[in-house]
């Protein structure tokens, strides 16, 4: 089912945010070397919640069309948050890279649909989809460093 | 999408609060507080005695010197306790709305946040209550003007937002150092009752705000009472006639919003894809239980193309609108917040369809989404072909019922709508600036929408309202509310 209100998209927000830093503590266990910059990963997810949180309860407001702003469809940007078995590091960050395109289609989708409804969440979601293609760029200079 | 839970559990009575307590009505009438959604009983609240709601009213009295005599700054800085303690229970404030309402919990948070900006903009009272002067109007001799507060202020409240309403009068009549009564809609007062909670943790003194429960009686001895200084008041334009009429007769002041009639002005130039969702949330949200809902929509021009683009876009996205529990992130639109608001609704429909109208969407077909009882909901319901002669097109609805009609130029679009009895929000949706200025101009409208559906101008500005949608000079929020919650004085002085 699609979600079309704000207050629908916020709390997808949420999970997917949270699924990732399941994803990125695991990953943060499983390989160690690398473990501050997974972790830092996670910090920064619960600061994504709180910069989307905070844009959606400072603005919204009853004239604004916070039930009509979006039209999503979850699956399109879902993941599975765990860790595949006897998989390669390069791999795994293979995975991640994946998953990370998959939430800055989700923050740019979701900016796009709603930039002239939802005063500054869009400038929220834009900033976390920055963020995340970041993220995106320092997965990727992991590749090759495997070993 | 799961629900939310629901802040309320336990059906309580609710009590009065009067000078700082608590206090159990003595009354033998005692209401239910129905969830609209599912029917259950949520609260109960009394028809307090007319002795209950003198007694507030005294205690607002005798506490006003005192709360006169207090600083602007003092009294702010209770607002800004307020301010936060709102914050703090931002969520629960709103799913209380959506409980006792039936709104959905977006519109629910929309309202709080309303709520809380005019909380703020009240903190700016020490800059905003300044008065002005000029030195030598003479040799030697200086005038100047200063604002005080007049002393005990009424509010009677409505029930399509039990949160927002009060305060757009409270935080301005408090700050300038009035005292003040409130008297919420019976239908759905928890979301008052909630607020004075959190204005007693804030530290506002015993008296300077009361909340007594009642109905019309309780309404009658606050507007009639000799030392309620003023009323204000949101609600039908009937009873807002009244109170202004009897009000007028012993001089209060009085700010009454009443009823309405919107239009909603599309142009052939507009942009479609935008005006859609704004279309939507003006027509039905809040299940068009609100003074600034669109009830007419107006599609300019001869171009059958475009007339049929537009018609059948409003059509099918309005059609599409899930309607259900509130508390289900899911759902677009509430149920209506009472059986007697459905059956109100659905007797416009049967009119429409008996004097010609078109039935496009029968919003009496919807389906509800989840296992609720339909009681109180009805969908939304388009009608086309309506002319300006027809009831429907007169006449204020309060629900998510669109009237379609077509003009051939945006001047019969203006005269059309100034022809209405109302004047409380009308907006036009176009790219054209020379036709928005020309709508600005000549519109007899309170509050004016440029591609915007729901014109509820912010805290800092009036809420304005014209003809039968207004009675009194100064209106709720911004400076109006504080010129209206103060006398001028002018002072002028000599030095001998």
């Not at chain 1, 709603?114 to 320092?138: C, E, H, I, W, Y």
């Not at chain 2, 009067?18 to 609240?45: H, M, R």
């Not at chain 2, 301010?83 to 703090?88: D, F, P, S």
């Amino acid at each position: 089912m699609k979600l079309n209100t704000a207050s629908e998209v916020i709390s997808f927000t949420k999970k997917l945010e949270g699924d990732s830093a399941k994803f990125y503590k695991d990953l943060s266990r499983r390989y160690a070397k690398d473990e501050g910059i997974f972790l830092s990963f996670v910090k920064e997810n619960e600061k994504n919640i709180v910069q989307v949180e905070r844009a959606y309860y400072g603005v919204i407001t009853d004239a604004l069309e916070g039930c009509f702003a979006f039209n999503i469809d979850p699956a399109e940007y879902s993941f599975k948050a765990e860790l595949a078995e006897k998989v390669s590091y390069s791999e795994t960050l293979d995975n991640a890279i994946e998953i990370e395109e998959k939430i800055i289609k989700f923050y740019s989708d979701a900016a796009e649909q709603s930039k002239s409804l939802m005063a500054d969440v869009p400038r929220a979601f834009k900033m976390v989809a920055k963020k995340r293609g970041n993220r995106q760029s320092t997965l990727k200079s992991l590749l090759g460093k495997e070993d | 999408m799961a629900i939310l839970e629901e802040p309320i559990k336990e059906v309580e009575k609710l009590k009065n609060y009067i000078n700082g307590e608590w206090v159990e009505s003595k009354s033998g009438e005692i209401l239910d507080i129905v969830n609209p959604a599912t029917q259950k009983v949520i609260s109960k609240v009394p028809m307090s005695t007319p002795d209950e709601v003198n007694a507030a009213i005294k205690a607002a009295k005798e506490a006003f010197p005192e709360w006169r005599e207090t600083t602007p700054l003092a009294r702010v800085r209770c607002l800004f306790r307020l301010k936060e303690l709102l914050e703090e229970n931002f969520e629960q404030l709103s799913r209380v709305q959506t409980q006792e309402h039936g709104k959905t919990i977006d519109e629910s948070r929309g309202e709080t946040r309303r709520g809380i900006e005019m909380v703020e903009v009240g903190t700016g009272i020490p800059s905003l209550m300044m008065g002005y002067n000029l030195e030598d109007i003479a040799t030697g001799i200086d005038e100047y003007v200063i604002y005080q507060p007049l002393g005990v202020f009424g509010h009677i409240a409505p029930f399509n937002f039990p949160f927002m309403v009060p305060l757009w009068y409270s935080p301005f009549a408090l700050a300038t150092g009035n005292t003040f009564v409130v008297k919420p809609s019976p239908r759905d007062p928890i979301s008052q009752v909630k607020l004075a909670e959190l204005l007693d943790e804030a530290g506002i003194p015993p008296g300077v705000y009361n909340v007594v429960h009642g109905g019309a009686e309780a309404a009658s001895i606050l507007t009639e009472h000799k030392d309620i200084k003023g009323i204000t008041f949101v609600g039908s334009t009937k009873v807002g006639k009244d109170i202004y009429k009897k009000c007028g007769e012993v001089g209060k002041r009085v700010s009454a919003q009443t009823s309405a009639k919107n239009f909603m002005v599309v142009m052939p130039d507009a942009d479609i894809a935008g005006t859609i969702p704004a279309l939507m949330t003006s027509f039905f949200g809040n299940a068009g239980q609100r003074c600034l809902s669109g009830a007419n929509l107006v599609i300019v021009g001869k171009d059958d193309a475009f007339y049929n683009k537009v018609l059948d876009a409003f059509v099918d996205t309005a059609s599409k609108i899930r309607v259900g529990y509130g508390l289900d992130e899911s759902i677009q639109m509430g149920p209506m917040q009472s059986i007697d608001g459905k059956e109100r609704v659905l007797g416009y429909i049967e009119k429409g369809m008996a004097e010609g109208a078109k039935l496009l969407l029968d919003g009496r077909k919807a389906d509800i989404i989840g296992d609720y009882p339909e009681t109180c909901f009805v969908g939304p319901t388009v009608f086309a072909d309506v002319t300006p002669e027809m009831t429907i097109a007169k006449e204020e609805i309060f629900g998510p019922v669109a009237s379609v009609m077509r003009v051939k130029d945006l001047d019969e679009a203006i005269e059309m709508a100034n022809r209405s009895n109302f004047g409380n929000a009308n907006a036009i949706f176009t790219s054209s600036g020379k036709a928005a200025r020309e709508f600005q101009y000549r519109i007899e409208t309170g509050n004016v929408g440029i591609n915007i559906g729901i014109v509820a101008p912010m805290a800092f500005f009036p809420f304005s309202g014209m003809k039968d949608s207004f009675f009194g000079v100064l209106h709720g929020q911004g400076r109006d509310a504080i010129r209206f919650f103060t006398e001028s004085k002018v002072v002028i002085q000599r030095w001998l």
